[in-house]
Structures are given as structure tokens and as C-alpha cells.
């Protein structure tokens, strides 16, 4: 499992495949007929000729007998590479691992690194948002250690490196206390819904809610059910029942929970709950417009970092 992808570490910082972190190799001799070897490699887990993954090793320097076929020997720390239409030394010959299994590598690092600094009563099963995706403070987060994790390997001292570190540190230190909210935390403000739009092709909008929700959770669905003006449209809203969440009952075509022409106030949306819809003069609801609203109950507990208590004693 991992936070983030190679597309977000580009995102953080698009530079980032320069710190690719293959070796060059050089001096290459004839071994014997189209045998090239070279001395005092180092370890070799995987060789490139002018970029391209040359696969496994063979068994022993005996088997490299065809184009492209490599060894590396550990006894005498050289290389064998069998190459009869070109000499190595006139190519981009390189080791180390695939560009892409090691940001893969760097990546699952900084996710497992960032989970041991977060505290331990932020639930990691809870992580995604209602879509499935990670919330983009965890994304960024992990890219920001993997890209400085990274640019460090090669350049310790680099000042991109701990600048984005540092960025990671603060973020850390946000989730943990409870001032930056995972989507999955109730808020203080949660019973006042949070307005996601469908598909909405008019310009009379829900642009505010009012009041507080006083059931437990809901996503309320709101649909324009008439098109047209202020107070010629009309839009119906489904609460949720013992089977399925209000906008599902939406989806489903089941029968509204309340219906009323649009006026331009507040007006409900069940169980404490109302929205404003709004738009300049002349705007209309287009018909089967739609949106959620995801709320919580006035009374649940507000999701916050609480600080965990140690024992001092003296000395």
C-alpha cells in the first residue's frame, strides 16, 4: 500500500528523474572475440546499454555468448557484457535498478515513514474519501518525503531536499494535532452539510446551507424536479431510510421525501437542514440537476488530534 504515485512526486517536483540512480560504467576491454569486461564495477544487480533493461544475469562469464547477455563476477568485482555489432565504450552503459522499481521503492519508503510519525489513533483503514482516494494531505505528504528522500541519496546536502522535508515535517505535525482534517474526521461544522454537485447544466444553484442536521449521518440527495425560474422551478430532496442513503434513494428513483417550488430563501432539506439556491436574475434550474450533501448529526463527536498524556517522574 502506498500514499502516492511517480505522477505526484513529478507534481511536487517535476525535475525529479534527474536523480535516476544508475552508475555509468566505463573501460571496457576485450575479453576474448565479442566478450567486453570491465574492472572494479562494484555490485551489479542490473545492467543498461544505452537505456534498455538487459534482464537477467547469466549463470556464469561461460554463458554470456549472445548479444545483450551480461555477468557480473563477485570474486573479481567486474562485469562481463557480450556485444558482437558494437563496443560498450561506445555506449551509454549503466547499472543499478530500473528507473521504476526504484521510485516504487522510494515511494512505499516514504509511506511507511509517514505512517510511523502519524499518530497511532488516526485510523489508517479510514484514509480514503468517499471515492476511494487517499486524502491529497496524505498524497502530498508522502510525495514530498519520497521526492526529498530521493535528491538526498545523491546530493545530502541539497536545499530542495530539506526544503521539502520541511514542508512534510509541518504537515505531519497538522494531522497529528487536529488542525488539518482528513475527509473521514467530523468537524465542527459537519451538521452543516458539505454541498458536492452532480450534474448541474442551470444556473440557479445551491450556493449555502443553514441550520444544523439532527439526525446522525445522512447524504441527503437535492434534484430539480421542474425546470425554470425562481418560483416557476421546483426541486424535491430524499432523506436516507433503513436501506440505503438518501441520494441512493435519489438514484434509485424512489419517491421524494418533500418537493416545493424554488424560492430564492432558505428552504429544507430535512431534519433541521436548509439550503439557499441563488443565481442572477433571469437564471434558470435546469430539470434533473442534482447534488449531494453529506452530513453529520449536530450532536456526534467532532473528530480532533487530542495529545497523548506521558508520566514524568523526578530524579
Given at each position: 500500500m502506498s500514499y502516492c504515485t511517480h505522477r505526484d512526486l513529478k507534481d511536487i517536483y517535476p525535475s525529479i528523474d534527474e536523480f535516476d540512480t544508475k552508475t555509468p560504467l566505463y573501460n571496457w576491454v576485450v575479453h576474448s572475440g565479442s566478450l567486453y569486461r570491465a574492472d572494479n564495477s562494484g555490485l551489479i544487480t542490473q545492467l543498461f546499454a544505452n537505456g534498455q533493461d538487459l534482464g537477467s544475469a547469466q549463470a556464469n562469464s561461460g554463458a554470456v555468448t549472445s548479444n545483450g547477455q551480461w555477468f557480473y563476477e563477485t570474486s573479481l568485482d567486474a562485469i562481463y557484457y557480450y556485444n558482437s555489432a558494437s563496443n560498450p565504450n561506445d555506449m551509454l552503459m549503466e547499472s543499478g535498478d530500473d528507473w521504476a522499481t526504484v521510485i516504487a521503492r522510494y515511494i512505499l519508503n516514504a509511506t511507511n515513514y509517514l505512517d510511523s510519525r502519524l499518530d497511532g489513533k488516526l485510523p489508517?483503514?479510514?484514509?480514503?474519501?468517499?471515492?476511494?482516494?487517499?486524502?491529497?494531505?496524505?498524497?502530498?505528504?508522502?510525495?514530498?518525503?519520497?521526492c526529498s528522500?530521493?535528491?538526498?541519496?545523491?546530493?545530502?546536502?541539497?536545499?530542495?531536499?530539506?526544503?521539502?522535508?520541511?514542508?512534510?515535517?509541518a504537515n505531519i505535525q497538522a494531522l497529528n494535532t487536529g488542525t488539518t482534517k482528513l475527509s473521514w474526521q467530523i468537524s465542527g461544522d459537519a451538521s452543516q452539510g458539505i454541498v458536492r454537485e452532480g450534474t448541474v447544466n442551470g444556473n440557479l444553484r445551491i450556493i449555502d446551507t443553514r441550520g444544523e442536521y439532527v439526525g446522525v449521518y445522512d447524504k441527503i440527495g437535492v434534484?430539480?424536479?421542474?425546470?425554470?425560474?425562481?418560483g416557476v422551478?421546483?426541486?424535491?430532496?430524499?432523506?436516507?431510510?433503513?436501506?440505503?442513503?438518501?441520494?441512493?434513494?435519489?438514484?434509485?428513483?424512489?419517491?421524494?421525501?418533500?418537493?416545493?417550488?424554488?424560492?430564492?430563501?432558505?428552504?429544507?432539506?430535512?431534519?433541521?437542514?436548509?439550503?439557499?439556491?441563488?443565481g442572477d436574475t433571469g437564471d434558470q434550474a435546469t430539470l434533473n440537476d442534482y447534488w449531494e450533501i453529506e452530513v453529520h448529526g449536530r450532536s456526534e463527536t467532532t473528530d480532533m488530534g487530542i495529545p497523548a498524556s506521558i508520566r514524568m517522574t523526578r530524579r
Amino acid at each position: 500500500m502506498s500514499y502516492c504515485t511517480h505522477r505526484d512526486l513529478k507534481d511536487i517536483y517535476p525535475s525529479i528523474d534527474e536523480f535516476d540512480t544508475k552508475t555509468p560504467l566505463y573501460n571496457w576491454v576485450v575479453h576474448s572475440g565479442s566478450l567486453y569486461r570491465a574492472d572494479n564495477s562494484g555490485l551489479i544487480t542490473q545492467l543498461f546499454a544505452n537505456g534498455q533493461d538487459l534482464g537477467s544475469a547469466q549463470a556464469n562469464s561461460g554463458a554470456v555468448t549472445s548479444n545483450g547477455q551480461w555477468f557480473y563476477e563477485t570474486s573479481l568485482d567486474a562485469i562481463y557484457y557480450y556485444n558482437s555489432a558494437s563496443n560498450p565504450n561506445d555506449m551509454l552503459m549503466e547499472s543499478g535498478d530500473d528507473w521504476a522499481t526504484v521510485i516504487a521503492r522510494y515511494i512505499l519508503n516514504a509511506t511507511n515513514y509517514l505512517d510511523s510519525r502519524l499518530d497511532g489513533k488516526l485510523p489508517r483503514k479510514q484514509f480514503k474519501d468517499q471515492d476511494g482516494n487517499y486524502d491529497y494531505i496524505l498524497i502530498r505528504t508522502t510525495a514530498l518525503i519520497a521526492c526529498s528522500f530521493l535528491i538526498r541519496a545523491s546530493q545530502p546536502n541539497s536545499e530542495i531536499s530539506e526544503a521539502l522535508f520541511t514542508e512534510a515535517e509541518a504537515n505531519i505535525q497538522a494531522l497529528n494535532t487536529g488542525t488539518t482534517k482528513l475527509s473521514w474526521q467530523i468537524s465542527g461544522d459537519a451538521s452543516q452539510g458539505i454541498v458536492r454537485e452532480g450534474t448541474v447544466n442551470g444556473n440557479l444553484r445551491i450556493i449555502d446551507t443553514r441550520g444544523e442536521y439532527v439526525g446522525v449521518y445522512d447524504k441527503i440527495g437535492v434534484k430539480i424536479t421542474t425546470a425554470g425560474k425562481l418560483g416557476v422551478a421546483k426541486y424535491s430532496f430524499w432523506e436516507g431510510d433503513s436501506n440505503n442513503l438518501g441520494s441512493e434513494r435519489m438514484n434509485n428513483s424512489e419517491s421524494s421525501s418533500y418537493s416545493d417550488f424554488i424560492k430564492g430563501d432558505y428552504q429544507p432539506v430535512g431534519r433541521g437542514l436548509y439550503v439557499r439556491f441563488a443565481g442572477d436574475t433571469g437564471d434558470q434550474a435546469t430539470l434533473n440537476d442534482y447534488w449531494e450533501i453529506e452530513v453529520h448529526g449536530r450532536s456526534e463527536t467532532t473528530d480532533m488530534g487530542i495529545p497523548a498524556s506521558i508520566r514524568m517522574t523526578r530524579r
